[in-house]
Each structure stands twice: as structure tokens, then as C-alpha cells.
């Protein structure tokens, strides 16, 4: 009986390689030859360092976009984390406790998402987009509108140590990628996280609470975005209410260049990692090639535009092919 | 237990008011929106005496028309079960790119029909991404929203365009009997619009699809085309509003219609159209444009910090979809 | 002829008069089911007997409402989902429990990862304990494989692998081999008989004779809600189980009237080819004429039916609708006069959240104004003839659709192309969910339909529907026609065997 049954097998289908990394080299290729000055060691750190913040926003942006949800108030809340840091520093409180002050603003605001969006069921792109105006009217409250300066040395002095020559925002920021990946890849977290935007209801079957970690995974993005302003006032060694308004469409469109998808909980941390390196890389080139910030805004859109009709029409054509 | 004997009375008394058993569900809306105008005008009236003065009626009347002009187009869009994030990005690249044709001695003609076909040029480019592309309409809008923004800051190359024919200004600020053009504009809109959504095919099969767009393609209502058209139609209408906004503020910047986007989704929400398509009037977006407008003078009037009105934009935003989603259960959503 | 095992067991679940009712129809009738460890024990019945209540009582998502529970003799409950998991009872879904991008071992631990000490969950563990699982059933699956990249049958194997390590004793299968190759399903059957070795009961759902004499060991007949008997696989032949499946009571309440003579064609199919599983299909429905099209679920009528009218795009064949060829979608066939009143009545029939009167008239928006110009008050009177014509209730325009009962929902959907103007009507289970009475007035409408020149294609699952109610018509099975009645042949018993397979 045992013979004249096939064993039905399996091996580990090779997924196809996502275009990011393709995408990447070309354009890691093309600006080296073609974008003079590139290819310099002091340039490569000059890129490490301008990324450094994205990275660390995109990670959680990935778990967010995994999820089937959408995070539109990164942005703004990084820019208000960044203001309660430097008038936190500025009371004389302290590193320590200004960083715990801003991750503590950004966590409650994770919170204040999560709850409209998971337990509530709200749309996260409209929730988000509200979060965006009050953590910006916030952060222009607090401010008056004028950029607060900070007077303790230590923050820009941490962002320009070097550790065996690595800057440490380059260093924080992979940090927080390891973070990130021990999160996603070996904890249940990380697991629940796919299932819910893969098949909610396998875990409810399963009798775990989805709504929490749903919420979680908010928070998480609230406790990043709390981290990265202690980079984001490191390197311009103030606070403005608006400064980093616009990077969550960076970190939106790595997550997608690295291949993670808006539905069915697939996606690829490493890819988002990618991703952002990739958009350094254009923004950077095009930066060199004396080309202004408005055009480079254009430039990652209509790459990212390009990235998705690849991906979809190589999916479609593997799809054809199974069935 | 008497208590809760006596709230229960009192509640079902209470209830009994509730317009909603009399009239239609629409017709409350708008009854309880006009209420809630009469409110904050009074409330605004009692505050500062400078409200009631005739020119900042006139104003708030201006401003509100001028939202509703950008509004009506989304509203459509919103209707179809769609949305829309660039139209204020699509406002400010259609005025500025207006602005530069009359800068360089093009006539307002000639301006006007440049800010209209890139304005409708977009909406077709938003509306073909969603329904060939399949994009979901939040995320293909989001990054025209983007590109729209960059091509803007490009062509100003971060200056300003100001001082435009008298001719064309007139359009913004200019009366007619005392009333500001942009009413008529808005009213002439409105019309237009309420016969396209009420009297028109097209617009019984835009509310169609808005409620459930399978059951439209079934019924043998040509989805794809309707969605193009609706996108199409929202990016006119930016375009419109461009021209009157630019006529208005005589000068164009690459930052003019960013502040325009939150307020004016809050007012379509407070209006009482559903984020999830298939349910809303114009007239309804009206009576938001006009709350909304009603609270950003009022906000102005009581010399309320410029900081200050971000916060609340975005927090009327949340309480208007709170409202919005809360108030028609769940069970309503999904329908 | 033998009711029980020979062997003096105590049966390892038993469920005595087991009765369950939703408003208007009764789902389950003292209903009573004993498994044995070990058996392979077929649950037979054709659409709408009770299979899936009564699957869904012993799983725990319907509480039944009278009737006895005993695991091992002793007296339980099993009132939620988490009773039934305790008592070791599993339903391999098909689709609704796998995550697409996690591996099969995640999916396999869903929700108790092992960990390791430091809280992070133990993948070495984890795929080991995975992978044993699934040599259990003598698979050699790459545990790290995302679910999203198997087979249909292969998710089906993890699935009960997964139910497997739950520790189930009791495992119920609905149509396992339905989605799958017959080489796959040798593989499944190889697993089932080394679960049973094990002692695990299994109740299998089938519609297979071939699956039912191959592996059942005893089988269970139910219809119309109630048992018709329990007895071994062995004293039973196919025609005898057929016979026990059939005989509904439609026939007693509704007797069709008129047998005219059909006119032209209206819709001409030869040779359709879909992706979406039709291989192939012939048929013919002419003015006047009511025609069937039964089989049974996953047969690929639904499938026939969304081509013809441009739902789904057709691979090849010819779809003619009176004369013209159908090349475009739903709204290009539905202008030549076609209407297609769906099976998932509340997500495709109608849109709930809008009211009867805005129902009514989406199809018909162009008809009524060709020009394009909506008038309210004439719409009204439209709607409201239709209403008063059609006796939907209740008669307010204004209703949401959502309120109505699924009777006057359905006549919602046919009244919606009725005043378009529809000339071919499609109809896909249009009785499904509606209490008796209403099911009459249903059929009374279809008549007059016909009676009028129209021309009918009628989808249904109940075989008295389609015997009592057509003039003729086609049996599909696994995405062919196999075979046509006329009206002297239109038995339930001959749909019957025409639908099932290898019978």
C-alpha cells in the first residue's frame, strides 16, 4: 500500500526574488558610473546618515503596512516627539528622561491609533490622516511656531560619535532594525502580526485576541518614532514643528519597493531595510546631480509606481502558471 | 430602580422627538446640520461682536463657497465609494501653473484653460490608476497627492507669483449685488451639482456603486467607466477652485492647498456623507463647508493662536468620522 | 439490515434527537449520530438536508436547541467552539484557517508557539514538532513552506495535521476531495485509513458513491432535517442511498400550470471554457420554456452562469443571446436583455443599505430615461407598480432592502429586471433561504415570466425544484454536462445519478 502511494513532497518553493533587490543594484550600479562624487567614502556616510531616521520609522511602518493598515501620521508625530525631546532637554531634565518623554508621546498617540482602528474599525488611512493634524497643531502649540533650540551639547555630540567609524544614528537605526526583526520573526507578535493581515479570523479560531495586538503594533510604531527624534533634533540640533512632515511617504514607499503588500500579510522586513537604502541611494544621486528636493519627491514616486506594475504583473504571470 | 425607571421614561420621550420618525433620513441630516449652523452663529454672535458685521458674514460666506467648490468634486468621488487625497495638491499645481501663464502675459483665458486641463488631466491619471491599476483609491491618490506636490514646489522653485489682471480677480473678490461671486459660483455648483447626483442617470448609478459596486456591475451599471468619470470630474473641479482661489489671494505659492485638504474631508464627513460611498448629498457638504468655515472664523475672530488650528481641524476631522462611523453601526458599513 | 457495529462499543461521541431551527425553517429534527473510534463514518444528504447544521452543532458554532450530547457515554454539552476543541473534536475548513505568509509549521502552532527561556518563540521546536506531526500521516512536507505556496490539497493535509495535534478524535471532513486531483485524493484516502488505524473517527461529507463505498464503514442519510438511517457501508447499494436522499414535498404545494409551446432561442451556449472550472459546455434555454441546470455544489453552474452574462471572461466557446454574441461584461449583456438574479442574494442581489425603491431601479435606469434625465416622480410610480404588481412586503419604497424578508429581497432582485426589461432570465438558487410559502409565490412569478415570452435558466440544488418547476433540464457534474432529461426523465432520482459521481 505504501509504494503505490506518492508521497507528496514538498520543498521550499523558491519565492521569486522581490525587484527591490534588482531595483537596488541598478540604481547603486548606475549612480556610482553616472552621479560623479558618488562613490566616495565620506558620501556613503553622508547617505548612512540621511536614512538613518527613515530606517527607523519604516521598520514599524512594515508591521503597520503587514497588517493591513496604513500609518499617514508618522510624519507629524516624529516632528512633535522631536519638540517634547528639545523642551524636555531644554527644562534641564536630562537625555534620559527627554527621550522618555518623547517615546512616551509617541506610544500614546500608537495607543490613541490603534484604538480607533483596531477596536474601533475605523479606516486607518482617515484616523491617521487626523492624527497627523493635531500631533502637528500640537507640536505648532508647544512651539509657538518657532524651532526650539537646544542648549545641551550632548545631543549633537551622540549624533556625531563614531563607533569604529560608523556613525551611531547608522548604528541606532540598525539597532532597531535587529529590534524589529527579533519582534517580527521569533516572537508570537511577529507571528500574530502576518495573521492579521494574512487570515484574521485563523486567529481568532485559534482564540488569541486579535484586537491587542493589533493595538501593539501601533504602539510599537509610537515607541520608534519617540526613538528616532532623539536622532532627528542629534542632527539638526533643534526642533521644528513641521521638520519632518513628509518622511512617512518615504517610509511608505520603501515598505512597498521592499515588496510588502497592502493585503494578505506579505511582506519582507530586510526588503523594507532595502527599500530605504534604495531611496538614500536615488535621493542622494539626485541630490548630486543638483537636482532639488521637489523633484526627487517625483522621482521615488514614479519609481515606486514602476516597482508595484512590476511586482503585480510578475505575480500575475506566476499565478497564471500555477493554475 | 426608579431612576432607571425615570431615565427610561424620559429617553423614550426624548426620542419621540427625533425628527428622524417624520422625515426622511437625508432631510434629518440636513435639519440637524442647519440647527447646529444656527448654534455656532449665535454662539460666535454672542462671543465677538465683529461676527455679525456684514463683511465678515460675506466672508465666512466666500470662504465656505470656496471650500465647497474643491469639496464637490470629492464628495462625488467619496459617493462613488472612492477617494481622494490629492485635491489640494492638485489645487496648488492647476493655480500655480496659472499664475505662471499670467505672470508671463498669457491672458486669463489662456491661464484658465491651462489650470483646467491639468487639474482634469490628474483626476483622469487618478482615476485610470484606480480602475485599470486596481490601486486602492487611497494609496493611488496618496502618491498622485506626492507627485502633484513635487511637480508644484518644482515649477515655483520656492517663490511666489503674485499681481494678477484686475479682470481676473474679480473672480475671487469680486460682488454682484453685494454678494461675493464666489456664492454664485458655489450656488451655480451646487445646482449643478444636485442635478447631476439627483436627475441624472449617472448619478443614481454613482450612489449605486457607492453602496455595494458588485451589485451595480450585475445590475449592468458600467462601474469602470462611472469610477474614471467621478476622478475626472474631482480634478475639474480642483481646478475651478484653483482659479477662484487664486483669484482671491492674488498670489500663488507651492503651499496654497496643502491647508485646504483636512478641513475640507472634515466638512464632507460633518456633512453627513459616508466614508463608505453610497450615502451623502452636496446640499449636506454644503452645510459642512459652511460649520467648517463657521469655525475657522470663528477661530480667527477670537484671535485664537494660528498654532492653534491645525489642532482642531484635525480634531473636528476624527470626531466627524467617529460620527460618521459610529453613528451608522456596524452592521450599516457592511451592508 | 444491520444499524450498529457488531462489535458492542460504547461509541466514542453520540448525539441523540438532536433539533435546531432558525426563524421560518427547521434545520434539524431529532436527529441522532453515533461514531465509533475508527470508522470512517459518510454523512449523506442531498443540499439542504442538514449536513452543515448538523457538522456545525457537534463543532460547537450552533448550539442546538433540544437533544442529547454523551462523549464515551458520559453526558456533555458542546455549546462553543472551545467545548468542542476540549472534547478533541476538529473540522478540517479549507480555506478559512491557514495564514498565506506563514510557514506550515507556524500554522500548524498557531497561537501556542513553543518558546523558548527567553520568551522568543523556539523554531528548531517548532518545525520538529511540526514535521513529526506531519509524518504521522506519512507526509514529508518542507515545514518551512508557506501555506500560500501549496496546493489545495496539500493545505488540506496540513489542515489536518493541525487538527491532528490538537490531539482530535474526532475529525469531520465536507468534501475534502472536491478541490483536488484523483492522485491527490488516493494520497488524502491513504491518510484517512491511517487515522482511522489510529482510532480517530472520522466524519467524512461526500457526494462521491465511489468515496462512499471505498472508505466509508458506515453511513448516515439525512434529508429534510431529519435521519433516514444509520447503517454499514456494506448493506447498502447506491440506488438504495439514492432513494433515501430524495423525496421532498415541494410537489404538494406547487403544481405548474402552463406547458406551452418554447419559441426561439434566446441563449445559445456551445463549448464554454472558463478558468473559473467549466470545461466545455453545451446547452440551450428558447422563449417560454423553463430549463434547469442542477448538479451539485461545485459542479460549475454558478460558474456558467456568471460567463454567460460577462461576470467572468469566457476562455473559449460561443455565448449567443438572441442571435448576438456575448463578448463584453454584465453591462453589455445585460443591455441585450439579460438578467441574472445572483445566488448570494445580500452581496450580489441587492445593495442593503440602499432602499427597495433605489433597488428596484438599478437596472433599469436607462430603460425608464433613455436620455439620462432621472425624473423622481416617475421612478416612483414605476417602483411602486412593481411593488404592488410583484406584492413585495412590506409596501413602503423608502424600507431599507435589509429589513425585508429574504422572499421579498429575492423579488426585489427579479423585480429589478423585470422593469428593465429583461427577456432572459438566470436565476441562481432563487429559493435558497426562503421559508415555504414564500417559495411558492416565487415560482408563481417564474411561470408568469415565462408566460410572457420570457425565456428561464433556473439554477437549484433541491431536485423537487427542478423536477416540479422545469420543463427540462441539464445535469452538470465537475464542469461538464453530463447529461439532459426531458420532461418524461425529470426525476430526482435520474438528477440524482447523473450528478454524482462514479454512480
Given amino acids: 500500500m505504501e509504494a503505490s502511494v506518492e508521497r507528496v513532497s514538498v520543498v521550499r518553493t523558491r519565492r521569486p526574488v522581490p525587484s527591490i533587490v534588482a531595483t537596488s543594484a541598478v540604481l547603486a550600479v548606475a549612480a556610482m558610473l553616472g552621479v560623479p562624487g558618488f562613490a566616495s567614502s565620506g558620501n556613503v556616510t553622508n547617505i548612512g546618515l540621511q536614512v538613518s531616521i527613515l530606517l527607523i520609522i519604516a521598520m514599524p511602518m512594515t508591521l503597520v503596512i503587514l497588517s493591513e493598515g496604513l500609518d499617514l501620521s508618522v510624519g507629524a508625530l516624529l516632528s512633535l516627539c522631536a519638540v517634547v525631546f528639545a523642551q524636555t532637554l531644554g527644562l534641564g531634565w536630562g537625555m534620559a528622561l527627554a527621550l522618555g518623554a518623547s517615546v512616551a508621546v509617541g506610544m500614546l498617540t500608537g495607543l490613541f491609533n490603534g484604538a480607533l482602528i483596531a477596536k474601533l474599525g475605523l479606516p486607518p488611512f482617515v484616523v491617521t490622516l487626523g492624527t497627523l493634524g493635531i500631533a502637528h497643531g500640537i507640536a505648532l502649540v508647544l512651539t509657538d511656531g518657532n524651532a526650539v533650540v537646544v542648549g545641551n551639547p550632548s545631543v549633537a555630540q551622540l549624533y556625531a560619535w563614531t563607533i569604529l567609524g560608523i556613525p551611531f544614528p547608522v548604528i541606532f537605526a540598525l539597532l532597531a532594525y535587529a529590534l524589529t526583526h527579533l519582534l517580527l520573526y521569533h516572537t508570537r507578535f511577529g507571528t500574530y502580526v502576518f495573521a492579521i493581515g494574512g487570515n484574521r479570523d485563523a486567529l481568532l479560531l485559534a482564540g488569541i485576541k486579535a484586537k491587542a495586538f493589533h493595538i501593539a503594533i501601533y504602539v510599537f510604531g509610537g515607541l520608534m518614532v519617540g526613538l528616532a527624534a532623539l536622532v532627528l533634533v542629534g542632527r539638526m540640533n533643534s526642533a521644528e514643528p513641521a521638520s519632518a512632515i513628509g518622511m512617512e511617504f518615504d517610509a511608505i514607499a520603501a515598505v512597498v519597493l521592499g515588496g510588502t503588500s497592502f493585503e494578505r500579510g506579505e511582506g519582507w522586513l530586510f526588503g523594507t531595510v532595502m527599500g530605504v537604502v534604495t531611496i538614500g541611494v536615488l535621493r542622494n544621486a539626485l541630490n548630486l546631480l543638483g537636482i532639488e528636493s521637489s523633484l526627487q519627491v517625483v522621482s521615488v514616486g514614479i519609481l515606486v509606481l514602476l516597482v508595484v506594475v512590476i511586482d503585480s504583473v510578475r505575480k500575475s504571470r506566476v499565478n497564471g502558471a500555477k493554475a | ?335 | 439490515m444491520e444499524t450498529t457495529i457488531p462489535t458492542a462499543a460504547v461509541p466514542l461521541l453520540e448525539l441523540r434527537k438532536i433539533c435546531k431551527s432558525f426563524p421560518g425553517v427547521r434545520a434539524l429534527t431529532d436527529v441522532d449520530l453515533q461514531l465509533y473510534s475508527g470508522e470512517v463514518h459518510m454523512l449523506l444528504g442531498e443540499n439542504g438536508a442538514g449536513k452543515s447544521s448538523l457538522m456545525k452543532v457537534l463543532f460547537g458554532a450552533y448550539r442546538a436547541d433540544s437533544g442529547e450530547f454523551f462523549s464515551d457515554g458520559r453526558p456533555i454539552t458542546i455549546e462553543s467552539p472551545a467545548d468542542a476543541k476540549r472534547l478533541g473534536i476538529a473540522v478540517i475548513f479549507q480555506e478559512f484557517s491557514l495564514v498565506p505568509h506563514l510557514s506550515i509549521a507556524q500554522n500548524i502552532y498557531l497561537g501556542r508557539e513553543p518558546r523558548n527561556r527567553f520568551g522568543l518563540v523556539d523554531h528548531r521546536k517548532m518545525h520538529l514538532d511540526a514535521r513529526a506531526a506531519l509524518e504521522e500521516l506519512g507526509l514529508a512536507y518542507d515545514t518551512h513552506a508557506y501555506a500560500a505556496d501549496l496546493g489545495v490539497a496539500q493545505q488540506q493535509m496540513v489542515e489536518i495535521a493541525k487538527a491532528l495535534s490538537h490531539r482530535a478524535r474526532v475529525l469531520v471532513m465536507d468534501e475534502p476531495t472536491a478541490a483536488i486531483s484523483d492522485r491527490e485524493a488516493e494520497a488524502l484516502f491513504h491518510v484517512v485509513r491511517k487515522l482511522r488505524g489510529s482510532g480517530v473517527a472520522i466524519v467524512y461529507i461526500s457526494h462521491r458513491m465511489k468515496e462512499v463505498f471505498d472508505l466509508g464503514d458506515r453511513v448516515t442519510v439525512l434529508r429534510d432535517g431529519r435521519l433516514v438511517q444509520s447503517m454499514l457501508a456494506t448493506a447498502a447499494t447506491p440506488d438504495e442511498l439514492i432513494a433515501m436522499m430524495v423525496g421532498r414535498s415541494v410537489g404538494t404545494v406547487y403544481k405548474r400550470q402552463y406547458f406551452g409551446e418554447p419559441g426561439k432561442v434566446a441563449l445559445d451556449v456551445r463549448q464554454l471554457t472558463t478558468a473559473t472550472g467549466v470545461r466545455g459546455v453545451d446547452l440551450q434555454v428558447r422563449c417560454g420554456e423553463i430549463v434547469g441546470l442542477s448538479g451539485l455544489v461545485g459542479a460549475g453552474r454558478t460558474e456558467v452562469v456568471r460567463a454567460v452574462f460577462g461576470a467572468d471572461p469566457i476562455q473559449t466557446g460561443h455565448v449567443t443571446v438572441f442571435g448576438e454574441a456575448v463578448t463584453g461584461g454584465p453591462h453589455k449583456v445585460a443591455a441585450m436583455g439579460v438578467g441574472l438574479i445572483p445566488e448570494n442574494r445580500k452581496q450580489e442581489g441587492l445593495a442593503l443599505k440602499r432602499s427597495v425603491h433605489e433597488n428596484l431601479l438599478t437596472a433599469s435606469l436607462w430603460k425608464l430615461f433613455p436620455r439620462g434625465w432621472y425624473q423622481a416622480e416617475k421612478a416612483r410610480s414605476a417602483t411602486k407598480a412593481l411593488i404592488d404588481s410583484l406584492r413585495i412586503a412590506p409596501g413602503d419604497p423608502s424600507k431599507s432592502a435589509r429589513v425585508l424578508s429574504g422572499g421579498n429581497q429575492q423579488k426585489i432582485v427579479i423585480g429589478k429586471w423585470l422593469s428593465a426589461g429583461c427577456r432572459l432570465f438566470i436565476f441562481d438558487e432563487p429559493t435558497r433561504g426562503i421559508d415555504i410559502g414564500a417559495k411558492t409565490e416565487i415560482f408563481n412569478l417564474i411561470e408568469n415570466l415565462i408566460k410572457d415570452g420570457a425565456a428561464v435558466l433556473l439554477i437549484s440544488s433541491e431536485l423537487a425544484e427542478i423536477v416540479h418547476v422545469c420543463d427540462r433540464a441539464y445535469v452538470m457534474r465537475e464542469g461538464v454536462v453530463s447529461g439532459e432529461l426531458p420532461r418524461e426523465s425529470l426525476s430526482e432520482q435520474n438528477i440524482l445519478r447523473l450528478a454524482m459521481h462514479g454512480s
Fill in chain 2, 1 to 335: 430602580m426608579s431612576i432607571l425607571n425615570n431615565s427610561r421614561f424620559v429617553w423614550s420621550r426624548v426620542s419621540q422627538l427625533d425628527v428622524r420618525h417624520h422625515v426622511g433620513e437625508e432631510t434629518a441630516t440636513l435639519i440637524y446640520r442647519a440647527v447646529l449652523i444656527v448654534l455656532i452663529a449665535l454662539v460666535l454672535a454672542f462671543a465677538t461682536a465683529a461676527f455679525s458685521a456684514a463683511p465678515n458674514l460675506l466672508n465666512v460666506l466666500r470662504q465656505a463657497s470656496l471650500m465647497f467648490l474643491l469639496a464637490s468634486g470629492l464628495t462625488l468621488v467619496i459617493l462613488s465609494g472612492g477617494f481622494d487625497l490629492s485635491i489640494a495638491a492638485n489645487l496648488t499645481l492647476s493655480a500655480c501653473l496659472a499664475a505662471g501663464v499670467m505672470k508671463t502675459g498669457g491672458s486669463p483665458i489662456l491661464a484658465a484653460a491651462t489650470a483646467l486641463s491639468c487639474s482634469t488631466l490628474i483626476g483622469l491619471l487618478n482615476g485610470l490608476a484606480v480602475t485599470l491599476l486596481r490601486l486602492p483609491p487611497f494609496l493611488a491618490t496618496y502618491g498622485m497627492l506626492w507627485v502633484v506636490q513635487g511637480l508644484a514646489f518644482h515649477y515655483m522653485g520656492g517663490n511666489e507669483i503674485y499681481g494678477f489682471p484686475t479682470a481676473f480677480r474679480t473672480l475671487g473678490t469680486g460682488f454682484l449685488g453685494g454678494i461675493p461671486l464666489p456664492v454664485y459660483m458655489m450656488v451655480f455648483v451646487l445646482i449643478g451639482a444636485t442635478i447631476v447626483t439627483g436627475g441624472l442617470n449617472f448619478g443614481r448609478e454613482i450612489y449605486a456603486i457607492g453602496a455595494n459596486s458588485e451589485v451595480a456591475r450585475l445590475s449592468g451599471i458600467p462601474v469602470r467607466r462611472r469610477k474614471i468619470a467621478v476622478y475626472t470630474i474631482s480634478g475639474l473641479m480642483s481646478g475651478i477652485a484653483a482659479l477662484v482661489y487664486l483669484a482671491r489671494v492674488n498670489a500663488a505659492d507651492s503651499a496654497m492647498g496643502e491647508p485646504l485638504l483636512l478641513p475640507v474631508i472634515a466638512a464632507i464627513l460633518i456633512g453627513g456623507t459616508s466614508l463608505f460611498g453610497g450615502a451623502g448629498s452636496l446640499l449636506g457638504t454644503l452645510s459642512g463647508c459652511v460649520i467648517l468655515a463657521l469655525v475657522i472664523d470663528g477661530m480667527n475672530l477670537l484671535n485664537l493662536n494660528a498654532n492653534w488650528q491645525p489642532l482642531v481641524i484635525g480634531s473636528v476631522l476624527l470626531i466627524a468620522v467617529l460620527a460618521d462611523v459610529l453613528g451608522r453601526g456596524r452592521k450599516e458599513r457592511i451592508g
